[in-house]
């Protein structure tokens, strides 16, 4: 009987139904990556290209300026679409590869084994990717000095007012729903007390915190560079495209070992680094 239990147990990591449970139980990590990270509500999607090619493109529109009725007519043609690309190269590369022991297989299962490392390395992906897009942030930004340090609300909304102001040739002025604000623990909690909305449940899975501020979203998180009190950016501002290569389980020679991951293919580039502004910690 035991020698039936352990058979039943040690299903080889190298059948075909493990590599398609490998890429479930993966998709899934993506997925709740997507809904975990503050960086994943706030990166920019609109991007072209294909990520396997190496590099894609976002592209900023600038503004048209009215002309004098028929000057179109009178020219023979309108005025050309402006556009500014900007071409995030897919060129940071990690790997998630682990190797785990027969015995460790026996101990917890094939699928039992896989869902808990796919888990770790999920909030070890999540941890990566946060911390490389508001690297990137930082270095592409604008320092923010406020005019008074006081009141943490007077000094926010200053915040917030700066980008909500920022008039270029592709914007003018930004609506204060596509604005969030990103705060340390610390930070956040000095103004907790005047955030009118409690986090909702969702907000709050990874034990980040989101509510909202004078009609902002403000969220805390503890990814931010060190030296960086908060940050206030645009929806889009910074792109990061991700795509995840599984690994097919694979015996290691000489061993009773077996090997299995994947590897992460990411870029992070600042789209708007003209709509990103933080304050250095004093």
Not at 105 to 113: E, H, M, P, T
Not at 232 to 259: C, F, N
């Amino acid at each position: 009987m035991a020698d039936e239990r352990v058979d039943a147990l040690s299903i080889k990591l190298q059948d075909g139904e493990t590599a398609d449970k490998l890429k479930e139980e993966y998709g899934k990590v993506i997925e709740n990556i997507m809904a975990h990270t503050v960086s994943a509500k706030l990166k920019n999607t609109d991007l072209s290209g294909d990520i396997t090619a190496g590099s894609v493109n976002a592209k900023r529109f600038v503004n048209i300026t009215g002309k004098e009725y028929g000057t179109a007519r009178k020219g023979g043609e309108g005025q050309k679409v402006k556009v500014e690309p900007v071409i995030v190269p897919v060129n940071d590369k990690t790997e998630y590869m682990e190797e785990v022991e027969e015995l460790d297989i026996q101990a917890y299962g094939v699928d039992g084994l896989i869902e808990r490392r796919t888990a770790n390395q999920q909030a070890s992906i999540e941890a990566e990717l946060e911390e490389k897009f508001f690297a990137v942030a930082k270095e592409s930004g604008t320092a923010f000095t406020p005019t008074s340090t006081t009141d943490v609300a007077d000094e926010i909304e200053e915040a917030i007012q700066t980008i909500e102001t920022t008039q270029n040739d592709f914007v003018r002025g930004v609506p204060r729903n596509m604005i969030e604000v990103v705060m340390t623990p610390n930070y956040y909690g000095k103004l907790r007390n005047k955030i009118a909305q409690l986090p909702s449940p969702q907000a709050n899975v990874q034990g980040y915190e989101s509510g909202i501020f004078n009609n902002v979203v403000i969220n805390s998180d503890v990814f931010l560079p060190d030296g960086v009190d908060y940050m206030v950016m645009v929806k889009g501002a910074v792109a990061q495209p991700t795509r995840l290569s599984v690994y097919a389980p694979k015996k290691i020679e000489l061993s009773d070992a077996t090997a299995f991951g994947a590897f992460l293919y990411k870029g992070t580039k600042a789209v708007m680094p003209d709509l990103i502004i933080y304050k250095a910690t004093a």
